[in-house]
């Protein structure tokens, strides 16, 4: 299978290590996985033009870096979201690119079947501090046909290195046995 994860946190800390976890364990099952960190990327949100797909080429008639990973999307199997929690929601370089998966609605781009998955983590000490969260990601995959196969949620986190001693990675491990 092919993975596209897409990360969004800019520090190197809970979401990364996870992302790496995930990674190497989709790999090591003979996986291909492309990632990209949208804090890294230059992606506007969406204007809301509706000319989606007017671009031959393209799913977004705009192009900056949500070109690529258009691309990479329509070419995977498989989808994973891997972010911190922002005042109960998406961080905005991720929200950004999120925001532009409406191309792939508005534009008739088929995502049915494809797998996703969402990786999460947050300060407070409760998983229901994500529900903000989970909600968006179970509502925007079902309305793109995607098929939801599992959420990683880690809370109580707030240093870089916190999630190391807990069992973070050993589920972001196991989630990759979802993209079979
Ligand atoms: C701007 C900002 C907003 C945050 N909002 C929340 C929040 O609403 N609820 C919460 O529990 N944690 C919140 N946090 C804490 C992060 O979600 C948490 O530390 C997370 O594990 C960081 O992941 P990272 O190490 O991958 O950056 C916030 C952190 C920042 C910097």
């Not at 969406?46 to 870096?65: I, L, M, P, S, Y």
């Not at 070419?75 to 690119?97: C, F, H, M, N, R």
Request: one cysteine or more.
């Amino acid at each position: 299978m092919k993975i596209t994860v897409i990360t969004g946190s800019p520090r190197t800390g809970a979401t990364e290590g996870m992302a790496d976890a995930f990674q190497a364990a989709a790999e090591k099952m003979g996986n291909e996985v492309v990632r990209f960190n949208a804090t890294k990327l230059k992606v506007a949100g969406c204007r809301n033009c509706n000319a989606c797909g007017k671009v031959a080429g393209r799913t977004c008639v705009f192009d900056d870096d949500f070109t690529s990973v258009a691309k990479a999307i329509l070419e995977a199997d498989g989808i994973v979201l891997a972010t911190p929690l922002y005042w109960y929601s998406w961080p905005w370089q991720i929200k950004a690119t999120l925001d532009r998966f409406y191309s792939f609605l508005v534009g008739g781009f088929d995502l049915k079947g494809k797998k996703a998955a969402l990786i999460a983590s947050c300060g407070e000490p409760t998983v229901d501090a994500m529900d903000g969260l989970v909600f968006s990601f179970k509502k925007t995959t079902g309305l793109l046909g995607l098929e939801d196969v599992g959420h990683v949620l880690i809370p109580g986190l707030h240093g870089t290195e916190e999630y190391k001693a807990t069992d973070a990675c050993a589920q972001a491990a196991a989630l990759a046995a979802k993209f079979q």
